[in-house]
């Protein structure tokens, strides 16, 4: 009977074993999905606070007569541009918007920023900014 006993406490003991380790994996799983899932929606908030930025700048570029180069260095423009991203950046659950920086160069306006450390950036044609 001894040996009967001995066998079910070491199943059980297996049992229990493979029980702990599948726990642990599927805790170590979730951890990973949070981080991906966390991940995705800072790209996305991202990628949005950026193309507001870049609208904001369109927005100015359609509506006034002035040179891209010199519309990419007006302060109120780099503002209206700092300002959407901000907007867009926290309406999708994100803070920290860094680095506004507007650039006119190879027939494009492009806007950049750093959100949570992460660059983005985004643009428009704009021909006058041939460096031609």
Do not use: W
């Amino acid at each position: 009977m001894d040996s009967v006993t001995d066998e079910r406490g070491q199943a059980v003991l297996v049992a229990v074993l493979a029980l702990a380790i599948a726990a642990t994996a599927i805790i170590g799983i979730r951890a990973a999905q949070d981080r991906i899932v966390i991940a995705a929606r800072a790209q996305r908030a991202g990628e949005a606070a950026v193309e507001a930025a870049a609208q904001a700048v369109a927005d100015r570029y359609g509506a006034h007569a002035v040179a891209p180069r010199d519309l990419v260095n007006d302060p109120r423009v780099v503002e209206a541009a700092r300002v959407a991203a901000v907007e867009l950046a926290r309406e999708n659950g994100a803070s920290g918007v860094e680095q506004v920086q507007l650039m006119c160069a190879k027939n494009r306006i492009e806007a950049r920023l750093v959100l949570n450390g992460y660059s983005h950036h985004a643009g428009f044609s704009a021909p006058e900014c041939s460096p031609y």
